[in-house]
Protein backbone atom coordinates (compact mmCIF):
# COMPACT_ATOMS: atom_id res chain seq x y z
CA UNK A 1 0.00 0.00 0.00
CA UNK A 2 1.33 3.79 -1.02
CA UNK A 3 -0.29 6.06 1.10
CA UNK A 4 1.41 8.48 -0.88
CA UNK A 5 -1.05 7.79 -3.66
CA UNK A 6 -3.79 8.92 -1.29
CA UNK A 7 -2.03 12.54 -0.94
CA UNK A 8 -1.85 12.12 -4.85
CA UNK A 9 -5.54 12.08 -5.10
CA UNK A 10 -6.05 15.03 -2.83
CA UNK A 11 -3.32 17.02 -4.78
CA UNK A 12 -5.51 16.33 -8.26
CA UNK A 13 -8.76 17.35 -6.45
CA UNK A 14 -7.50 20.50 -5.67
CA UNK A 15 -6.00 21.06 -9.35
CA UNK A 16 -2.26 19.79 -9.12
CA UNK A 17 -2.30 17.78 -11.64
CA UNK A 18 0.54 14.94 -12.39
CA UNK A 19 1.05 11.96 -14.39
CA UNK A 20 1.46 8.47 -12.82
CA UNK A 21 1.69 6.37 -15.22
CA UNK A 22 4.47 7.28 -18.90
CA UNK A 23 4.68 5.74 -22.08
CA UNK A 24 8.05 5.74 -23.56
CA UNK A 25 8.20 6.06 -27.35
CA UNK A 26 12.01 4.12 -26.63
CA UNK A 27 12.26 4.00 -30.30
CA UNK A 28 10.86 4.93 -34.18
CA UNK A 29 11.85 1.71 -35.40
CA UNK A 30 10.06 -1.72 -35.77
CA UNK A 31 10.32 -4.66 -37.55
CA UNK A 32 6.93 -5.11 -38.93
CA UNK A 33 4.61 -2.54 -40.36
CA UNK A 34 0.89 -3.49 -38.82
CA UNK A 35 -2.08 -2.22 -40.22
CA UNK A 36 -3.28 -0.78 -37.43
CA UNK A 37 -0.97 1.77 -37.38
CA UNK A 38 -1.12 5.14 -39.21
CA UNK A 39 1.82 6.41 -41.65
CA UNK A 40 2.28 9.51 -39.15
CA UNK A 41 3.17 6.57 -36.55
CA UNK A 42 5.32 4.88 -39.16
CA UNK A 43 7.55 7.49 -40.71
CA UNK A 44 7.63 10.19 -37.86
CA UNK A 45 10.60 11.72 -36.19
CA UNK A 46 13.10 9.16 -36.10
CA UNK A 47 15.57 10.36 -33.77
CA UNK A 48 16.72 8.55 -31.23
CA UNK A 49 18.32 9.36 -27.88
CA UNK A 50 20.81 7.44 -26.07
CA UNK A 51 20.40 5.72 -22.85
CA UNK A 52 22.18 8.38 -20.67
CA UNK A 53 19.18 10.59 -21.96
CA UNK A 54 16.66 8.08 -21.09
CA UNK A 55 17.57 7.50 -18.14
CA UNK A 56 17.72 11.45 -16.98
CA UNK A 57 14.15 11.52 -18.93
CA UNK A 58 13.19 8.79 -16.43
CA UNK A 59 14.44 10.43 -13.18
CA UNK A 60 12.26 13.66 -14.09
CA UNK A 61 9.44 11.52 -14.49
CA UNK A 62 9.80 9.47 -11.12
CA UNK A 63 10.37 12.98 -9.63
CA UNK A 64 6.86 13.92 -11.12
CA UNK A 65 5.10 11.37 -9.84
CA UNK A 66 5.42 8.86 -12.07
CA UNK A 67 5.13 4.97 -10.79
CA UNK A 68 4.37 3.02 -13.85
CA UNK A 69 6.98 3.28 -17.06
CA UNK A 70 6.06 1.39 -20.32
CA UNK A 71 8.40 0.96 -22.98
CA UNK A 72 7.28 0.28 -26.36
CA UNK A 73 7.84 1.67 -30.25
CA UNK A 74 8.96 1.16 -32.63
CA UNK A 75 9.81 -2.11 -31.35
CA UNK A 76 12.00 -1.83 -28.34
CA UNK A 77 13.29 -4.96 -28.55
CA UNK A 78 15.36 -3.74 -31.37
CA UNK A 79 17.31 -1.04 -28.90
CA UNK A 80 20.63 -3.15 -28.22
CA UNK A 81 20.33 -0.97 -24.00
CA UNK A 82 16.64 -1.38 -23.51
CA UNK A 83 17.96 -3.83 -20.64
CA UNK A 84 19.87 -1.64 -18.87
CA UNK A 85 17.36 0.95 -19.11
CA UNK A 86 14.89 -1.40 -17.90
CA UNK A 87 17.12 -1.96 -15.18
CA UNK A 88 17.16 1.45 -13.71
CA UNK A 89 14.05 2.35 -14.22
CA UNK A 90 13.45 -0.66 -11.58
CA UNK A 91 16.24 0.51 -9.32
CA UNK A 92 14.22 3.66 -8.83
CA UNK A 93 11.17 1.83 -7.69
CA UNK A 94 8.99 2.27 -10.99
CA UNK A 95 6.75 -0.15 -12.36
CA UNK A 96 7.98 -1.58 -15.61
CA UNK A 97 6.11 -2.49 -18.51
CA UNK A 98 7.33 -3.49 -22.13
CA UNK A 99 5.12 -4.05 -24.70
CA UNK A 100 6.50 -5.98 -27.88
CA UNK A 101 5.14 -7.56 -30.61
CA UNK A 102 7.01 -11.04 -30.00
CA UNK A 103 8.67 -11.28 -33.43
CA UNK A 104 11.82 -11.01 -31.72
CA UNK A 105 13.24 -13.13 -28.23
CA UNK A 106 12.04 -11.26 -25.57
CA UNK A 107 12.80 -13.69 -22.86
CA UNK A 108 16.36 -11.89 -21.95
CA UNK A 109 14.55 -9.04 -20.98
CA UNK A 110 13.54 -8.56 -17.12
CA UNK A 111 10.73 -5.75 -16.65
CA UNK A 112 7.77 -6.31 -13.84
CA UNK A 113 5.61 -7.81 -16.85
CA UNK A 114 6.23 -8.34 -20.57
CA UNK A 115 2.74 -7.22 -22.88
CA UNK A 116 2.97 -9.21 -26.35
CA UNK A 117 0.56 -8.28 -28.93
CA UNK A 118 -1.17 -10.73 -30.02
CA UNK A 119 -4.28 -9.49 -32.38
CA UNK A 120 -6.32 -12.44 -32.20
CA UNK A 121 -6.29 -16.01 -33.31
CA UNK A 122 -3.24 -16.86 -36.03
CA UNK A 123 -5.69 -16.05 -39.48
CA UNK A 124 -6.13 -12.43 -38.20
CA UNK A 125 -3.00 -12.15 -36.49
CA UNK A 126 -0.81 -12.91 -39.57
CA UNK A 127 -3.10 -10.56 -41.82
CA UNK A 128 -2.70 -7.62 -39.50
CA UNK A 129 0.77 -8.09 -38.84
CA UNK A 130 2.30 -10.15 -41.55
CA UNK A 131 2.67 -14.27 -42.48
CA UNK A 132 4.16 -16.22 -39.70
CA UNK A 133 4.54 -13.67 -37.51
CA UNK A 134 2.28 -15.67 -35.05
CA UNK A 135 4.09 -18.89 -35.07
CA UNK A 136 7.55 -17.29 -34.05
CA UNK A 137 5.30 -15.31 -31.12
CA UNK A 138 4.60 -19.02 -29.89
CA UNK A 139 8.24 -20.03 -29.90
CA UNK A 140 9.05 -16.95 -28.08
CA UNK A 141 6.31 -17.67 -25.74
CA UNK A 142 7.91 -20.99 -25.12
CA UNK A 143 11.31 -19.78 -24.26
CA UNK A 144 10.00 -17.41 -22.33
CA UNK A 145 8.50 -19.73 -19.82
CA UNK A 146 8.27 -18.30 -16.00
CA UNK A 147 8.35 -14.81 -17.16
CA UNK A 148 5.01 -12.46 -16.10
CA UNK A 149 4.10 -12.15 -19.16
CA UNK A 150 0.25 -11.08 -20.69
CA UNK A 151 -1.60 -10.67 -23.69
CA UNK A 152 -2.11 -6.79 -25.22
CA UNK A 153 -5.00 -7.54 -28.14
CA UNK A 154 -6.28 -5.03 -30.06
CA UNK A 155 -9.91 -5.54 -31.41
CA UNK A 156 -10.51 -4.62 -34.88
CA UNK A 157 -12.57 -5.47 -37.86
CA UNK A 158 -11.30 -8.97 -38.69
CA UNK A 159 -10.70 -10.65 -35.36
CA UNK A 160 -14.05 -9.18 -33.37
CA UNK A 161 -16.27 -12.77 -34.11
CA UNK A 162 -13.24 -14.71 -32.90
CA UNK A 163 -12.64 -13.30 -29.53
CA UNK A 164 -13.68 -16.36 -27.49
CA UNK A 165 -11.85 -18.60 -29.49
CA UNK A 166 -9.12 -16.09 -28.91
CA UNK A 167 -9.57 -16.39 -25.47
CA UNK A 168 -9.44 -20.38 -24.68
CA UNK A 169 -6.41 -20.41 -26.76
CA UNK A 170 -4.77 -18.26 -24.56
CA UNK A 171 -6.08 -18.67 -21.37
CA UNK A 172 -3.32 -19.34 -19.41
CA UNK A 173 -2.36 -15.95 -19.92
CA UNK A 174 -3.80 -12.67 -18.58
CA UNK A 175 -5.19 -10.78 -21.55
CA UNK A 176 -6.05 -6.96 -21.80
CA UNK A 177 -8.55 -6.07 -24.18
CA UNK A 178 -7.81 -2.51 -26.15
CA UNK A 179 -10.27 -1.01 -29.00
CA UNK A 180 -8.78 0.14 -32.50
CA UNK A 181 -8.57 3.31 -33.01
CA UNK A 182 -9.25 4.83 -35.97
CA UNK A 183 -5.57 7.19 -36.80
CA UNK A 184 -6.20 8.95 -39.77
CA UNK A 185 -4.22 7.46 -42.89
CA UNK A 186 -4.50 4.11 -40.96
CA UNK A 187 -5.66 0.92 -43.03
CA UNK A 188 -7.42 -0.25 -40.30
CA UNK A 189 -11.13 1.45 -39.72
CA UNK A 190 -12.49 1.48 -36.07
CA UNK A 191 -15.52 -0.52 -34.83
CA UNK A 192 -19.34 1.06 -34.72
CA UNK A 193 -20.49 1.77 -31.56
CA UNK A 194 -22.97 -1.08 -31.98
CA UNK A 195 -19.90 -3.47 -32.98
CA UNK A 196 -18.03 -2.39 -30.08
CA UNK A 197 -21.03 -2.87 -27.69
CA UNK A 198 -21.32 -6.55 -29.38
CA UNK A 199 -17.72 -7.18 -28.74
CA UNK A 200 -17.57 -5.94 -25.22
CA UNK A 201 -20.35 -7.49 -24.17
CA UNK A 202 -18.89 -11.13 -25.28
CA UNK A 203 -15.49 -10.07 -23.17
CA UNK A 204 -17.92 -9.51 -19.88
CA UNK A 205 -19.23 -12.37 -20.19
CA UNK A 206 -16.00 -14.20 -20.35
CA UNK A 207 -14.64 -12.41 -17.78
CA UNK A 208 -17.45 -13.60 -15.77
CA UNK A 209 -16.94 -17.20 -16.32
CA UNK A 210 -13.61 -16.44 -14.92
CA UNK A 211 -11.33 -15.86 -17.61
CA UNK A 212 -8.08 -13.74 -16.69
CA UNK A 213 -9.30 -10.32 -19.20
CA UNK A 214 -7.73 -7.44 -17.26
CA UNK A 215 -10.17 -5.00 -18.25
CA UNK A 216 -12.13 -3.79 -15.44
CA UNK A 217 -15.88 -4.27 -15.03
CA UNK A 218 -16.11 -0.46 -15.11
CA UNK A 219 -14.19 -0.17 -17.88
CA UNK A 220 -15.64 -2.44 -20.27
CA UNK A 221 -19.03 -0.84 -19.20
CA UNK A 222 -17.81 2.58 -20.86
CA UNK A 223 -17.00 1.15 -24.05
CA UNK A 224 -19.06 2.38 -26.89
CA UNK A 225 -20.93 4.57 -25.03
CA UNK A 226 -20.02 7.59 -26.66
CA UNK A 227 -18.60 10.87 -24.92
CA UNK A 228 -16.22 10.43 -22.27
CA UNK A 229 -14.79 12.40 -19.54
CA UNK A 230 -10.86 12.10 -19.78
CA UNK A 231 -8.28 12.76 -17.63
CA UNK A 232 -5.67 12.39 -20.06
CA UNK A 233 -2.66 13.96 -17.65
CA UNK A 234 -2.78 10.62 -15.94
CA UNK A 235 -0.56 9.06 -19.03
CA UNK A 236 2.56 11.23 -20.11
CA UNK A 237 4.05 10.37 -23.14
CA UNK A 238 7.54 10.57 -24.62
CA UNK A 239 8.68 10.61 -28.29
CA UNK A 240 11.76 8.52 -29.25
CA UNK A 241 13.60 12.15 -29.61
CA UNK A 242 12.93 12.12 -25.42
CA UNK A 243 10.43 15.00 -25.97
CA UNK A 244 7.90 15.05 -22.99
CA UNK A 245 4.06 15.19 -23.76
CA UNK A 246 1.13 15.62 -21.27
CA UNK A 247 -1.62 16.45 -23.63
CA UNK A 248 -3.45 13.67 -24.86
CA UNK A 249 -1.23 10.98 -27.26
CA UNK A 250 -4.10 10.60 -29.55
CA UNK A 251 -3.23 14.42 -31.00
CA UNK A 252 0.13 13.62 -31.69
CA UNK A 253 -1.06 11.59 -34.99
CA UNK A 254 -4.02 13.34 -35.14
CA UNK A 255 -5.43 17.17 -35.61
CA UNK A 256 -8.11 16.18 -32.80
CA UNK A 257 -9.07 13.25 -30.71
CA UNK A 258 -12.61 12.23 -31.37
CA UNK A 259 -13.44 11.26 -27.64
CA UNK A 260 -16.67 10.21 -28.61
CA UNK A 261 -14.84 7.02 -30.22
CA UNK A 262 -11.67 6.62 -27.94
CA UNK A 263 -12.26 3.70 -25.79
CA UNK A 264 -8.11 3.36 -25.12
CA UNK A 265 -8.28 0.98 -22.44
CA UNK A 266 -5.23 2.77 -21.11
CA UNK A 267 -7.12 6.38 -21.03
CA UNK A 268 -10.14 4.68 -19.50
CA UNK A 269 -8.98 2.39 -16.57
CA UNK A 270 -6.48 5.34 -15.43
CA UNK A 271 -9.80 7.44 -15.17
CA UNK A 272 -11.01 4.09 -12.96
CA UNK A 273 -8.38 5.19 -10.61
CA UNK A 274 -8.99 8.72 -10.57
CA UNK A 275 -12.67 8.73 -9.74
CA UNK A 276 -11.43 6.17 -6.88
CA UNK A 277 -12.45 2.50 -8.39
CA UNK A 278 -11.48 0.08 -5.86
CA UNK A 279 -12.36 -2.59 -8.47
CA UNK A 280 -10.36 -1.34 -10.98
CA UNK A 281 -7.30 -0.47 -8.94
CA UNK A 282 -7.44 -3.94 -7.03
CA UNK A 283 -7.53 -5.68 -10.59
CA UNK A 284 -4.12 -3.94 -10.86
CA UNK A 285 -2.51 -5.34 -7.38
CA UNK A 286 -3.94 -8.58 -8.04
CA UNK A 287 -3.34 -9.64 -11.62
CA UNK A 288 -0.73 -7.53 -12.53
CA UNK A 289 1.58 -6.25 -9.29
CA UNK A 290 0.86 -2.94 -8.87
CA UNK A 291 -0.79 -1.59 -5.81
CA UNK A 292 -3.00 1.75 -6.26
CA UNK A 293 -5.34 0.94 -3.26
CA UNK A 294 -5.60 2.17 -0.47
CA UNK A 295 -7.01 -0.41 1.73
CA UNK A 296 -9.64 1.04 4.19
CA UNK A 297 -11.73 1.54 0.62
CA UNK A 298 -12.87 -1.97 0.81
CA UNK A 299 -15.19 -1.38 3.32
CA UNK A 300 -16.54 1.30 1.94
CA UNK A 301 -17.86 -0.81 -1.17
Given amino acids: MDLTLLWRQIKWRIGIKSPIVANLKITNRCNLRCKMCSEEIRTGEQQEIDSKKWKEIIKTLYDRGVRVVVFEGGEPTTRKDIEKIIEYTISLGIYSIMITNGVNEFHRFNPDVIWISIDGIEKYHNEV ?51 IYGYKNSEMEELSSEEKEKTKNKIVELKSKGYKIFNSYKTLNKVGNGRKKCSYWLLATVDSGGNIYDGCMVKRFDSVCRCDMCDLACYLELNNIYNLDYETRNSWKEMVGIDLTFEFEKFLV
Fill in 129 to 179: RGEGVYGRIKENLKKAAGKNIAILSMINGKNKESIEEFVNEHKEYLIYFNW
